[in-house]
């Protein structure tokens, strides 16, 4: 038993070498989210969280947006469900 | 009909070298096209001298034949590219200049070469100046996608978009305004922003309420013939977010139903954003090839940003890869002009994707504005990222973190 703990401790240690040493080729190529966590996208999911009227919902743009609006009162709230994908601000002349 | 590189381009990709082609998105796969923009330059020439223009021909009267605008658009219908519509816009240079005779006239012959079961919307961004009664009654015809240019009241506006003469242009550009409200032709406007914008939120707002329903901001960028723009000599990020959040508190404030792409565009993105969503490309429309295709009064064409259209770059040359009268798109995308500006532009994409927070949001920035500001494709951050991406994107956050504050708290409130 001491010894498969002794070889458990072993394998553990090379595994964690293999993988936070810097010159690992396993290690995954996931550039800055690897060394960081992404502090916008935390704020991301606590909005969505927040906002979101069924957490449970993995259905892209389902909000109850005109309550919201209301209550936000802000008329022209965009209707977000409409938009063609949820990176088209970025393109060059899409309005 | 999407022209992939997994499909109908299987026979070019067999004769190339797939390892330099073929680029690292998050779902693998490689996409060119499906075209979204065709833009054609129907005259370099502009009636206007702004102080900012990027356009470095726009003394050049020659405009693009009927013939050309054509083959232009038999180009990307036999290349594959397009799958039930696109747009064409007619930019880079001031198009009013060549009359509405000539877009009747290529209108009408680019509706004979169109299959059935493609459409076209035709998309004109104007100066404004010439518009009158008839080109109004132009644009009602064929339901012309219009935009203005208009940089707010006439003392932001006349400092810099002025006649050959120096002189102011607001009185013409704000009747022609009026003139297609009064018409009922809707269209947006472009606004160009400087630092001198940033002080006046309020009246700019209120210039702008009732006039538009959707406003576009661009920060004066470095481009092209523009070499250089106050907005981005220094970090103006916090100035910049300062101005957004103020232009939405006052368009509240007014219950104004004006649009701001800078404002809802990334409120919609972070809304939508997944985690997990299938995305079909880790690229966005600038730094795809062939979403964009640039076609100048020649025929000789570029893709990615349409501000490389006329640019020149000693690595680059003119970034035309073809010309719509004598090339295949087998030939133009095996071209060595096409390979080396992609190949760059997909490292400097890879590059933003490892090092920015802000690339879901973004998707690899704009090919022109990293080789008009760092002289490279293949960079990642530039100071109009900074301004237009990053801090538009800030500002998103401030705004529903604000909602969703406030409803955490109004829910809190109704369980006591």
Same mark, same amino acid.
């Given at each position: 038993?001491?010894?498969?703990?002794?070889?458990?401790?072993?394998?553990?240690?090379? !595994?964690? !070498?293999?993988?936070?040493?810097?010159?690992?080729?396993?290690?995954?190529?996931?550039?800055?989210?690897?060394?960081?966590?992404?502090?916008?996208?935390?704020?991301?999911?606590?909005?969505?969280?927040?906002?979101?009227?069924?957490?449970?919902?993995?259905?892209?743009?389902?909000?109850?947006?005109?309550? !919201?609006?209301?209550?936000?009162?802000?008329?022209?709230?965009?209707?977000?469900?409409?938009?063609?994908?949820?990176?088209?601000?970025?393109?060059?002349?899409?309005? | 009909?999407?022209?992939?590189?997994?499909?109908?381009?299987?026979?070019?990709?067999?004769?190339?070298?797939?390892?330099?082609?073929?680029?690292?998105?998050?779902?693998?796969?490689?996409?060119?096209?499906?075209?979204?923009?065709?833009?054609?330059?129907?005259?370099?020439?502009?009636?206007?001298?702004?102080?900012?223009?990027?356009?470095?021909?726009?003394?050049?009267?020659?405009?693009?034949?009927?013939?050309?605008?054509?083959?232009?658009?038999?180009?990307?219908?036999?290349?594959?590219?397009?799958?039930?519509?696109?747009?064409?816009?007619?930019?880079?240079?001031?198009?009013?200049?060549?009359?509405?005779?000539?877009?009747?006239?290529?209108?009408?012959?680019?509706?004979?070469?169109?299959?059935?079961?493609?459409?076209?919307?035709?998309?004109?961004?104007?100066?404004?100046?010439?518009?009158?009664?008839?080109?109004?009654?132009?644009?009602?015809?064929?339901?012309?996608?219009?935009?203005?240019?208009?940089?707010?009241?006439?003392?932001?506006?006349?400092?810099?978009?002025?006649?050959?003469?120096?002189?102011?242009?607001?009185?013409?550009?704000?009747?022609?305004?009026?003139?297609?409200?009064?018409?009922?032709?809707?269209?947006?406007?472009?606004?160009?922003?400087?630092?001198?914008?940033?002080?006046?939120?309020?009246?700019?707002?209120?210039?702008?309420?009732?006039?538009?329903?959707? !406003?576009?901001?661009?920060?004066?960028?470095?481009?092209?013939?523009?070499?250089?723009?106050?907005?981005?000599?220094?970090?103006?990020?916090?100035?910049?977010?300062?101005?957004?959040?103020?232009?939405?508190?006052?368009?509240?404030?007014?219950?104004?139903?004006?649009?701001?792409?800078?404002?809802?565009?990334?409120?919609?993105?972070?809304?939508?954003?997944?985690?997990?969503?299938?995305?079909?490309?880790?690229?966005?429309?600038?730094?795809?090839?062939?979403?964009?295709?640039?076609?100048?009064?020649?025929?000789?064409?570029?893709?990615?940003?349409?501000?490389?259209?006329?640019?020149?770059?000693?690595?680059?040359?003119?970034?035309?890869?073809?010309?719509?009268?004598?090339?295949?798109?087998?030939?133009?995308?095996?071209?060595?002009?096409?390979?080396?500006?992609?190949?760059?532009?997909?490292?400097?994409?890879?590059?933003?994707?490892?090092?920015?927070?802000?690339?879901?949001?973004?998707?690899?920035?704009?090919?022109?504005?990293?080789?008009?500001?760092?002289?490279?494709?293949?960079?990642?951050?530039?100071?109009?990222?900074?301004?237009?991406?990053?801090?538009?994107?800030?500002?998103?956050?401030?705004?529903?973190?604000?909602?969703?504050?406030?409803?955490?708290?109004?829910?809190?409130?109704?369980?006591?």
């Amino acid at each position: 038993m001491r010894r498969i703990r002794k070889i458990s401790t072993l394998l553990a240690s090379i !595994l964690g !070498l293999a993988i936070f040493s810097p010159s690992s080729d396993a290690a995954p190529d996931t550039g800055k989210a690897a060394e960081h966590p992404n502090e916008l996208l935390i704020r991301v999911e606590k909005i969505q969280d927040a906002l979101r009227d069924d957490p449970a919902s993995e259905t892209r743009g389902k909000w109850k947006l005109p309550p !919201l609006a209301q209550w936000y009162n802000w008329p022209n709230w965009p209707n977000f469900n409409d938009w063609r994908n949820w990176n088209n601000w970025n393109n060059w002349y899409n309005y | 009909m999407l022209a992939r590189l997994s499909r109908g381009n299987r026979s070019w990709l067999k004769n190339s070298s797939p390892e330099n082609l073929v680029c690292s998105t998050r779902s693998g796969q490689v996409l060119f096209g499906p075209l979204e923009l065709l833009i054609l330059q129907g005259t370099p020439f502009c009636n206007l001298d702004c102080d900012y223009c990027y356009l470095p021909e726009r003394d050049n009267r020659s405009h693009m034949s009927v013939e050309t605008a054509v083959a232009a658009v038999q180009f990307v219908l036999s290349a594959g590219l397009v799958d039930k519509e696109f747009t064409v816009v007619w930019h880079a240079g001031e198009p009013l200049v060549l009359g509405v005779d000539y877009y009747e006239s290529c209108i009408e012959a680019i509706d004979t070469v169109l299959p059935p079961n493609v459409s076209v919307t035709h998309s004109i961004q104007t100066n404004g100046v010439l518009i009158d009664e008839q080109w109004c009654d132009f644009f009602e015809r064929h339901g012309i996608s219009l935009g203005l240019s208009i940089d707010g009241p006439a003392h932001l506006h006349d400092v810099h978009r002025r006649t050959r003469n120096g002189k102011g242009t607001h009185v013409r550009v704000h009747a022609a305004g009026e003139m297609l409200r009064a018409r009922g032709i809707d269209f947006h406007v472009i606004a160009v922003v400087t630092p001198e914008t940033l002080k006046h939120p309020k009246e700019f707002i209120e210039y702008f309420d009732g006039l538009t329903q959707s !406003l576009c901001l661009n920060v004066e960028e470095i481009e092209c013939d523009n070499a250089a723009s106050e907005i981005l000599a220094t970090d103006r990020s916090v100035d910049y977010a300062g101005f957004l959040y103020q232009l939405h508190c006052a368009r509240v404030e007014l219950a104004s139903r004006l649009s701001i792409r800078e404002i809802d565009g990334p409120i919609t993105s972070i809304l939508q954003y997944r985690k997990t969503s299938e995305k079909s490309s880790a690229f966005n429309q600038e730094n795809t090839p062939f979403r964009i295709l640039n076609v100048n009064v020649e025929g000789d064409f570029s893709t990615f940003s349409p501000e490389l259209l006329g640019s020149r770059h000693p690595d680059y040359g003119d970034f035309f890869i073809g010309n719509v009268h004598t090339s295949s798109f087998e030939s133009c995308t095996a071209s060595p002009a096409f390979r080396s500006q992609w190949s760059a532009i997909r490292e400097g994409v890879d590059n933003c994707a490892k090092s920015c927070d802000y690339f879901d949001f973004c998707m690899g920035g704009s090919p022109s504005n990293k080789l008009a500001e760092l002289h490279k494709l293949d960079a990642t951050e530039t100071a109009f990222c900074r301004l237009q991406k990053k801090t538009c994107t800030d500002v998103g956050l401030r705004i529903l973190e604000d909602i969703s504050g406030n409803r955490l708290r109004q829910a809190a409130l109704n369980d006591k």
